[in-house]
C-alpha cells in the first residue's frame, strides 16, 4: 500500500554513502510517546496491520507529497565535448527519475550547445527532449566524443553482454559477449572501468569471469559430454566455497580484465592476473609497451592470520595497487618479457609496491606522471574510511617500466587543519579527465566539514586550492571540464539541483577566483506546494565546541564538530528529528536529500550531526572515534542537542531521533543512555549488538578496529575470546536496553550482509519484551541499503 511505500521511501533513499536514514512517522501536532502507527493493536477490517481508521488520509496525503519530491529528476553524470571553435562547445547529462510505485528508477540522456562569449557568458541551447537509455548499464563517450559505448549487460544467464557501438547517427556495431566469455560489465562500485584508448578502436573494461567448471549431475549420476544445461533435468553441484566482496558483490564473481575491439568485435582477456587479484579502474597508458594501468585487490586484507576476501564497500581499507599490463591485441613479439620470469605473469608490473593502497589513476596530458589517490590512512590504521592523501608516478618517457619507480606525494594526509583552512581530501570519485590545459593542475570534489567543495590541485607545487564559493554553506560538485571552465552542480538542504558554469577571474591579484553563472535548467519546476515548502525553510551550518575533551586526545580531536541545522518559520514550537549518518567513518553534506526534505516539509526541524570521526575534519578527529564508539559519539550528539535547546532553537520535549547502520548504533545507544531525551526513534539496519554481529557481517575487522581503535586490527580473528565478546556486548546499545522507553520503528534489509537483519531483530523483539512500542518492518529482497530500485 502507499504508505509502505511512502515510508520505504523516507526511510531509505538517500545519500551517496546510502549508510544515512530518514525517518520517523510525521505529523504538525506534537510528537506523542505513542504513535499513531503503533495504536491499533486490532486494525480494522481492510486495512493493513498497524494502520486505523484516522490515519488514512494522513498516510494518502503523505504519499502524494511524496511523490512530488520523488518525481523532481536527479543530476548524474556529464560529458563536455569541445570544438575547433573555442566559443562553442557541447554536452551531455545524464539524469535519473524513481518511479516509487512501479518501485524502477529511468535514466535519460539530455545533449546541449554550450555558446561562450568574450564578457564571459555562456549560453546552454538544450534538446528539447531527453533520450531514455532503457536496460543500459553503462554510457562512456570516446575521448573526441565522436563514439559512444552503451553498454546492457545481460539480463540471465541465456543471453550475452552487449556492446553498442554508436556513431554520430548510427549504430556502427553491436559485439554480443558469450557468457563462455566473460559475464556482466561492473559498471559502478569499486570496480567499474571501462576505458577507450586514443585512437579510439579499443575499449578496455572490467568484467565477472567466465563460470568456473563445476561438477554437474543427472538422473543418471553424470553430465552427458557435449550436451548443454537446457538438453535435460539436472542440477549443479556448487564445489568449494568462494570468498567474495560481501555486501552488493556476494553474487558476483571475480573481476577480470578485457580489451574489445571495435572493428572486428573480437574481445580478448588479459592474461596474467592471478584469481587472488580483483582487478578494476582500468585506463590506458600513453605510448608504452605496457599499454593498461589499472586498480587490483588482494585478497589478503592485511591480517596475517585471514587472507580471504572481507566487505569491500565503502571500505578503503581494503589494501590495494597499481599494476601495469600490456594490451592483448599487441603481437606477442612486442610483450615485455624478462628471464627471470617467462610467460603471460611476466607482464604484469607492480607500480606501487611501496604503498597499501592506490586507485583512481589519472595520467597528466603529456604523459609525465601518472596521478592516484591512497587511503593509505585507512589502511594501515584499519578504519573503513579515512583521509586520502595524493601521489605521483614520474612515468619513464620511453615506456620501460625497469627498476623502481619514483612515487612522489602530491597532497600528504592533513592531521589536524587550521580554522577555515583545508581539512584534508575526502575523494570519491575522480573525472575521466580532471585537468585544465596547463596540464598539472587536477579539478575535483572532496568534503570540507559539513559541505562538498570543488578543489583545484597542481600537481607539480601540491597546491590546493578551493575552486567552488568560499562563502557559501552550499555544497558543490564537479560534473565535467569544458578547456579551462568547469561544468558543476549546487544544492543545499533545503534547494534543488542547480547546473553552474565557472569562469576563472584573471582580473583579480586573489588566487584561485572563480565566477559562477547560474545555467538556464532544462527540468520543469517543481509543484508550488513543494516550492513553497522549501521556501519556507533555511539551514546553517553550526560549530560545536567539544564539551569537555581529555587532555589525552591529539589537538585536532579537540577542535569543534559541526551540525546542520533545517528550519521553518516557527522552529522554536515544532518538533525536531536528530538525524545520524553511518559509516561511522562518512559525513551528512549540506546537500539537497530528498528523504529528508520530504521530512522537513511536514513540520519537522532537522539536527543532522557530524560528529567526530565523520570524515572532512582531519584524521585526528576522525581517529579520535575508534576504541571510543557508544560513547565519544554519543556525547557529541548530546553534545549538539543541548547547544540548540539552550539556544531556545527547538522545543526540548519534542525530539526524535533517526538513524542507520551506525546511525542506528548511535539511535538505539541514545535511547538507552538518555531515555527521557527522545520521544519516538527510527533506526534502518542497526548495529545494536556487536557480539552477535562480528560472527555473522562481511566486515567483522569493523568491529575489532572500533571497539578497540588502532589494537583491533592486530587482534582481529575469526574465534573472538569471551573477554572480547563481552567487551563487545558493553560496546554495543543491547547493554543499556533496560532503560529503553522510547517507541521505535525497525526497517530491516533481510538480505542484508553488513549489519545482518538478526542484529535489529534480536534487540526489536527485546524491546517488545520489555513492553516497549516497536515496530518492525522487514524488506525481504533489500540489502543493506534499503534503495533496491530496478533499473530501466
Same mark, same amino acid.
Given at each position: 500500500?502507499?504508505?509502505l511505500?511512502?515510508?520505504?521511501?523516507? +526511510?531509505?533513499?538517500?545519500d551517496?554513502?546510502?549508510?544515512?536514514?530518514?525517518g520517523?512517522?510525521a505529523?504538525?501536532?506534537?510528537?506523542?510517546?505513542?504513535?499513531?502507527?503503533?495504536?491499533?493493536?486490532?486494525?480494522?477490517q &481492510?486495512?493493513?496491520?498497524?494502520?486505523d481508521p484516522?490515519?488514512?488520509?494522513?498516510?494518502?496525503s503523505?504519499?502524494?507529497?511524496?511523490?512530488e519530491?520523488?518525481?523532481i529528476p536527479?543530476?548524474?553524470?556529464?560529458?563536455?565535448?569541445?570544438?575547433?571553435?573555442?566559443?562553442?562547445s557541447?554536452?551531455?547529462?545524464?539524469?535519473?527519475?524513481?518511479?516509487l510505485?512501479?518501485?524502477?528508477?529511468?535514466?535519460?540522456?539530455l545533449?546541449?550547445?554550450?555558446s561562450?562569449? /568574450?564578457?564571459?557568458?555562456?549560453? @546552454?541551447?538544450?534538446?528539447?527532449?531527453?533520450?531514455?537509455?532503457?536496460?543500459?548499464?553503462?554510457?562512456v563517450?570516446?575521448?573526441s566524443?565522436?563514439?559512444?559505448?552503451?553498454?546492457?549487460?545481460?539480463?540471465?544467464?541465456?543471453?550475452?553482454t552487449k556492446?553498442?557501438?554508436?556513431?554520430p547517427c548510427?549504430?556502427?556495431?553491436?559485439?554480443?559477449?558469450?557468457?563462455? $566469455?566473460?559475464?556482466?560489465?561492473?559498471?559502478?562500485? #569499486?570496480? !567499474?572501468?571501462?576505458?577507450?584508448?586514443?585512437?579510439?578502436?579499443?575499449?578496455?573494461?572490467?568484467?565477472?569471469e567466465?563460470?568456473?567448471?563445476?561438477?554437474?549431475?543427472?538422473d543418471?549420476?553424470?553430465?552427458?559430454?557435449?550436451?548443454?544445461?537446457?538438453?535435460?533435468?539436472?542440477?549443479?553441484?556448487?564445489?568449494?566455497?568462494?570468498?567474495?566482496?560481501?555486501?552488493?558483490?556476494?553474487?558476483?564473481?571475480?573481476?577480470?580484465?578485457?580489451?574489445?575491439?571495435? /572493428?572486428?568485435?573480437?574481445?580478448?582477456?588479459l592474461?596474467g592476473?592471478?584469481?587472488?587479484l580483483?582487478?578494476g579502474?582500468v585506463?590506458w597508458?600513453?605510448?608504452?609497451?605496457?599499454s593498461?594501468?589499472?586498480?587490483?585487490? /588482494?585478497d589478503?586484507?592485511?591480517?596475517?592470520?585471514?587472507?580471504?576476501k572481507? &566487505?569491500?564497500k565503502?571500505?578503503?581499507?581494503?589494501?590495494?595497487?597499481l599494476y601495469?599490463?600490456a594490451?592483448?591485441?599487441?603481437? !606477442?613479439?612486442?610483450?615485455?618479457?624478462?628471464?627471470?620470469?617467462?610467460?603471460?605473469?611476466?607482464?604484469?608490473?607492480?607500480l606501487?609496491?611501496d604503498?597499501?593502497?592506490a586507485f583512481?589513476?589519472?595520467?597528466?596530458?603529456?604523459?609525465?606522471?601518472l596521478?592516484?589517490?591512497?587511503?593509505?590512512?585507512?589502511?594501515?590504521?584499519?578504519?573503513?574510511?579515512?583521509?586520502?592523501?595524493?601521489?605521483?608516478?614520474?612515468w619513464?618517457?620511453?615506456?620501460?617500466?625497469?627498476?623502481?619507480?619514483?612515487?612522489s606525494? $602530491?597532497?600528504p594526509t $592533513?592531521?589536524?587543519?587550521?580554522?577555515?583552512?583545508f581539512?584534508?581530501?575526502?575523494?570519491?570519485?575522480?573525472l575521466?579527465?580532471?585537468?585544465l /590545459?596547463?596540464?598539472?593542475?587536477?579539478?575535483?570534489?572532496?568534503?570540507?566539514?559539513?559541505?562538498e567543495?570543488?578543489?583545484?590541485?597542481n600537481?607539480a607545487?601540491?597546491?590546493?586550492s578551493?575552486?567552488?564559493?568560499?562563502?557559501?554553506?552550499?555544497?558543490?560538485?564537479?560534473?565535467?571540464?569544458?578547456?579551462?571552465?568547469?561544468?558543476?552542480?549546487?544544492?543545499?538542504?533545503?534547494?534543488?539541483?542547480?547546473?553552474?558554469?565557472?569562469?576563472?577571474?584573471?582580473?583579480?591579484?586573489?588566487?584561485?577566483? #572563480?565566477?559562477?553563472?547560474?545555467?538556464?535548467?532544462?527540468?520543469?519546476?517543481?509543484?508550488d506546494?513543494?516550492?513553497?515548502?522549501l521556501?519556507?525553510?533555511?539551514?546553517?551550518?553550526?560549530?560545536i565546541?567539544?564539551?569537555?575533551?581529555?587532555?589525552?586526545l591529539?589537538?585536532?580531536?579537540?577542535?569543534?564538530?559541526?551540525?546542520?541545522?533545517?528550519?521553518?518559520?516557527?522552529?522554536?514550537?515544532s518538533p525536531?528529528?536528530?538525524?545520524l549518518?553511518?559509516?561511522?567513518?562518512?559525513?551528512?553534506?549540506s546537500?539537497?536529500?530528498r528523504?529528508?526534505?520530504?521530512l522537513?516539509?511536514q513540520?519537522?526541524?532537522?539536527?543532522?550531526?557530524?560528529?567526530?570521526?565523520?570524515?572532512g575534519?582531519?584524521e585526528?578527529?576522525l581517529?579520535s572515534?575508534?576504541?571510543?564508539? &557508544?560513547?565519544?559519539?554519543?556525547?557529541?550528539?548530546?553534545?549538539?542537542?543541548?547547544?540548540?535547546?539552550?539556544?531556545?532553537?527547538?522545543?526540548?520535549?519534542?525530539?526524535?531521533?533517526?538513524?542507520?547502520s551506525?546511525g542506528?548504533?548511535l539511535?538505539?545507544?541514545l535511547?538507552g543512555q538518555?531515555?527521557?531525551?527522545?520521544v519516538?526513534?527510527?533506526?534502518r539496519?542497526?548495529v +545494536?549488538?556487536?557480539?552477535?554481529m562480528?560472527?555473522t557481517?562481511?566486515?567483522?575487522d569493523w +568491529?575489532?578496529? !572500533?571497539?578497540?581503535?588502532?589494537?583491533?586490527?592486530?587482534c @582481529?580473528?575469526?574465534?573472538?575470546l569471551a573477554?572480547?565478546?563481552t567487551?563487545?556486548?558493553?560496546?554495543?546499545?543491547?547493554?543499556?536496553?533496560s532503560?529503553?522507553?522510547?517507541?521505535?520503528?525497525?526497517?530491516?534489509?533481510?538480505?542484508d550482509?553488513? *549489519?545482518?537483519?538478526?542484529?535489529?531483530?534480536?534487540?526489536?523483539?527485546?524491546?517488545?519484551?520489555?513492553?516497549?512500542?516497536?515496530?518492525?518492518i522487514?524488506f525481504?529482497e533489500?540489502?543493506?541499503?534499503?534503495?533496491?530500485? *530496478?533499473?530501466?
Open positions: 500500500p502507499p504508505p511505500l511512502a515510508l520505504r521511501l523516507f +526511510c531509505g533513499a538517500g551517496s554513502e546510502n549508510l544515512l536514514l530518514g520517523a512517522r505529523s504538525n501536532s506534537r510528537v506523542s510517546r505513542r504513535p499513531k502507527a503503533m495504536a491499533s493493536a486490532h486494525p480494522s &481492510g486495512l493493513p496491520s498497524g494502520m484516522s490515519m488514512v488520509d494522513e498516510y494518502a503523505q504519499s502524494k507529497l511524496l511523490q519530491f520523488v518525481k536527479s543530476i548524474g553524470k556529464a560529458w563536455v565535448f569541445t570544438s575547433k571553435d573555442e566559443n562553442a557541447r554536452a551531455m547529462v545524464s539524469v535519473s527519475q524513481s518511479d510505485l512501479a518501485n524502477k528508477k529511468r535514466s535519460f540522456l545533449n546541449t550547445h554550450i561562450k562569449s /568574450s564578457s564571459k557568458s555562456v549560453s @546552454f541551447q538544450w534538446s528539447p527532449f531527453p533520450v531514455e537509455m532503457s536496460g543500459v548499464s553503462a554510457v563517450p570516446s575521448p566524443g565522436k563514439k559512444l559505448l552503451l553498454v546492457r549487460n545481460a539480463e540471465d544467464d541465456d543471453s550475452p556492446l553498442e557501438i554508436w556513431g548510427q549504430l556502427e556495431n553491436e559485439i554480443h559477449v558469450a557468457r563462455s $566469455v566473460h559475464g556482466s560489465l561492473y559498471a559502478d562500485g #569499486w570496480f !567499474e572501468g571501462i576505458s577507450w584508448n586514443q585512437e579510439e578502436t579499443l575499449i578496455a573494461y572490467v568484467a565477472e567466465p563460470p568456473q567448471p563445476k561438477p554437474e549431475f543427472n543418471s549420476g553424470y553430465k552427458k559430454e557435449g550436451s548443454s544445461q537446457k538438453d535435460f533435468r539436472s542440477w549443479k553441484g556448487q564445489g568449494d566455497i568462494e570468498d567474495s566482496w560481501g555486501e552488493t558483490y556476494s553474487n558476483k564473481r571475480i573481476p577480470a580484465l578485457f580489451v574489445a575491439n571495435i /572493428s572486428s568485435g573480437e574481445v580478448r582477456a592474461k592476473i592471478p584469481r587472488s580483483s582487478a579502474q585506463i597508458a600513453p605510448s608504452s609497451s605496457y593498461l594501468v589499472f586498480v587490483a585487490w /588482494s589478503d586484507n592485511g591480517f596475517q592470520e585471514t587472507p580471504r572481507l &566487505g569491500i565503502y571500505c578503503y581499507n581494503r589494501p590495494c595497487a601495469a599490463a594490451d592483448p591485441f599487441k603481437e !606477442e613479439a612486442d610483450k615485455p618479457s624478462t628471464d627471470s620470469n617467462k610467460g603471460d605473469t611476466a607482464a604484469l608490473v607492480k606501487t609496491a604503498l597499501s593502497s583512481f589513476p589519472r595520467f597528466s596530458p603529456d604523459g609525465k606522471y596521478v592516484f589517490i591512497s587511503a593509505k590512512s585507512a589502511v594501515d590504521s584499519g578504519a573503513h574510511n579515512a583521509t586520502n592523501s595524493m601521489h605521483k608516478i614520474d619513464p618517457t620511453d615506456g620501460k617500466l625497469e627498476g623502481s619507480l619514483s612515487v606525494d $602530491v597532497v $592533513v592531521m589536524s587543519p587550521q580554522d577555515g583552512c581539512p584534508g581530501m575526502y575523494c570519491s570519485g575522480l575521466r579527465f580532471p585537468w /590545459s596547463d596540464g598539472r593542475t587536477m579539478i575535483l570534489s572532496s568534503a570540507w566539514g559539513s559541505k567543495v570543488i578543489l583545484s590541485i600537481v607545487s601540491g597546491e590546493v578551493r575552486v567552488s564559493p568560499q562563502d557559501s554553506d552550499y555544497s558543490w560538485n564537479v560534473l565535467a571540464l569544458d578547456n579551462n571552465n568547469i561544468l558543476a552542480v549546487s544544492s543545499s538542504l533545503v534547494t534543488l539541483p542547480q547546473m553552474y558554469y565557472g569562469f576563472e577571474d584573471s582580473h583579480t591579484d586573489k588566487p584561485c577566483q #572563480w565566477d559562477w553563472q547560474e545555467i538556464s535548467s532544462p527540468f520543469p519546476k517543481p509543484s506546494k513543494v516550492s513553497s515548502l521556501a519556507d525553510h533555511k539551514f546553517s551550518v553550526i560549530k565546541p567539544v564539551s569537555n575533551p581529555s587532555d589525552k591529539p589537538d585536532g580531536a579537540k577542535l569543534p564538530f559541526e551540525a546542520i541545522f533545517v528550519s521553518g518559520k516557527d522552529s522554536a514550537s525536531t528529528i536528530v538525524v549518518h553511518g559509516g561511522p567513518h562518512s559525513v551528512y553534506p546537500s539537497y536529500s528523504s529528508l526534505a520530504f522537513y516539509a513540520g519537522y526541524n532537522l539536527l543532522v550531526v557530524n560528529y567526530r570521526g565523520s570524515l575534519f582531519g585526528e578527529a581517529q572515534l575508534p576504541g571510543n564508539i &557508544g560513547s565519544q559519539d554519543v556525547n557529541d550528539v548530546l553534545t549538539a542537542l543541548d547547544f540548540v535547546k539552550k539556544r531556545g532553537l527547538i522545543d526540548a520535549s519534542r525530539v526524535a531521533v533517526v538513524g542507520g551506525h542506528g548504533f539511535t538505539t545507544h535511547i538518555a531515555p527521557e531525551t527522545f519516538a526513534a527510527a533506526a539496519n542497526p +545494536c549488538n556487536l557480539q552477535l562480528v560472527g557481517t562481511d566486515i567483522p +568491529c575489532f578496529l !572500533e571497539v578497540y581503535g588502532k589494537e583491533g586490527k592486530n @582481529f580473528t575469526e574465534s573472538p573477554d572480547t565478546l567487551q563487545f556486548y558493553q560496546k554495543s546499545p543491547i547493554s543499556h536496553i532503560k529503553v522507553k522510547t517507541p521505535t520503528l525497525f526497517l530491516l534489509g533481510a538480505k550482509l553488513r *549489519v545482518p537483519v538478526s542484529n535489529g531483530l534480536q534487540y526489536a523483539r527485546a524491546l517488545k519484551e520489555r513492553g516497549v512500542d516497536t515496530k518492525i522487514v525481504p533489500d540489502i543493506h541499503g534499503l534503495d533496491k530500485f *530496478v533499473q530501466t
